[in-house]
């Protein structure tokens, strides 16, 4: 039997970790419930900003002319943007599949880093050279089906005196498995929150598609980031100078999820790693300057950067919970109707970010897989921890419509 004092720790670290999880879930409802009170933004009705629309694509012939011929039909004055395809050390067609859907292509063909991040930073500094002038960049990625209004809304927002605009990324193929259904859930309720964060003047994340950046930004922060998550690097670039980034939910661009965990892992573990190195650079730093500015955004994005995921959330305690069953005693440790509270307040959570989206029933039924991506992320975030060498840059297969007319 554990002496008393090891009771005493095991009980306290016990209590905190119920602690940690209850605030946690406080700040992401204090989110979802600002989110449902956000206010409806119409579209502009007279458009007057002209629009660089970039996609940065390495080797994208399967997905790049569906993309291209729905931009295409984008219902704003086809004088007022242009399409722009990086063709980033591409081997296959998707220079010319771009050219004959009325892109204009720039391909790069140099040495160097590899993704996205390395991509943009290529191409935005010719872009904004560009006699057009454009006051606007937005950014898809290469399979991105993209609503016919989401420059409209764009424009609006601009009007309005936002710099940088997150528009509403969702995921488009939830019906292909459970994996794509767990992350359409995933990407409901990182939508919702930066909804809520939105309406409460602080600072959407940027989620690397759908993206929009007002022109004085790019000069005054050129894109130059170097981490494997060049979205989040960014947008903690941008808040240390203080300045948020808008979500707009009315620009929907919906993406989609690879059908399996193999092709995802990869991916994850990119993410994963990108994300821990961005925490490090910038969390302490954003809430220095948070507090000594008194600037709310910066301490929230501190909070964002090093808040546990939702699946570490479960899994702390889940752990927490069995080892709370297994104490002699436990007056220190929460009780057991403050334990089914806070169960209950973890399991609805994102029920009630996919009532609020009016999700179809196949994606409630996905929950029950939560135990098995739960398990598989945790054994991937291990996993990337483990190894000491970055996780190189690999492109993640396409499950997208294979062929269009422009073909």
Not at 362 to 388: C, E, F, I, K, Q
């Amino acid at each position: 039997m554990p002496s008393l004092d090891l009771l005493a720790v095991i009980s306290w670290l016990i209590t905190l970790t119920f602690a940690l999880t209850a605030a946690a879930l406080i700040y992401c409802y204090t989110l979802t419930v600002a989110a449902l009170c956000a206010p409806h933004r119409p579209a502009s009705a007279d458009p007057t900003h002209r629009f660089a629309v970039l996609i940065a694509a390495r080797n994208e012939e399967v997905s790049i002319g569906n993309t291209l011929a729905q931009l295409q039909r984008q219902d704003y004055p086809r004088h007022l943007f242009t399409i722009f395809v990086g063709a980033d050390n591409c081997s296959d067609r998707t220079a010319e599949i771009a050219r004959r859907a009325g892109a204009t292509c720039l391909e790069r063909n140099e040495a160097g880093p590899r993704g996205k991040g390395a991509a943009l930073t290529w191409l935005l500094p010719r872009i904004l050279a560009a006699p057009e002038g454009y006051d606007a960049v937005v950014v898809f990625d290469a399979d991105t089906h993209v609503d016919p209004g989401f420059l409209r809304v764009m424009d609006a927002m601009l009007r309005d005196g936002h710099q940088v605009i997150q528009g509403n990324h969702v995921i488009a193929n939830p019906e292909r498995g459970w994996f794509p259904a767990i992350m359409y859930t995933a990407f409901v309720l990182d939508n919702l929150r930066n909804l809520g964060r939105s309406t409460l003047g602080l600072s959407s994340k940027l989620m690397g598609d759908a993206m929009c950046f007002a022109r004085a930004v790019l000069e005054r922060h050129p894109w130059r980031t170097a981490s494997q998550t060049e979205d989040a690097e960014y947008w903690a670039t941008l808040l240390l100078d203080d300045i948020r980034v808008a979500f707009a939910p009315h620009a929907i661009a919906r993406g989609n999820m690879v059908t399996s965990l193999r092709l995802a892992q990869h991916q994850r573990a990119r993410w994963m790693r990108g994300r821990a190195s961005v925490t490090r650079r910038f969390a302490v730093r954003l809430l220095r300057t948070g507090v000594g500015r008194f600037s709310w955004r910066q301490i929230d994005a501190a909070v964002e950067l090093a808040m546990p995921s939702y699946s570490t959330l479960l899994v702390l305690s889940a752990i927490a919970t069995a080892v709370w069953a297994l104490l002699p005693q436990r007056a220190a440790t929460p009780s057991a109707h403050g334990l089914a509270a806070l169960w209950s307040a973890l399991i609805l959570y994102p029920v009630v970010g996919l009532v609020r989206e009016r999700a179809p029933l196949h994606v409630y039924r996905s929950l029950a897989y939560t135990p098995a991506y739960v398990a598989w992320r945790s054994l991937l975030r291990l996993w990337v921890g483990a190894r000491w060498r970055p996780t190189p840059w690999v492109r993640t297969p396409r499950t997208g419509p294979r062929r269009t007319d422009l073909e």
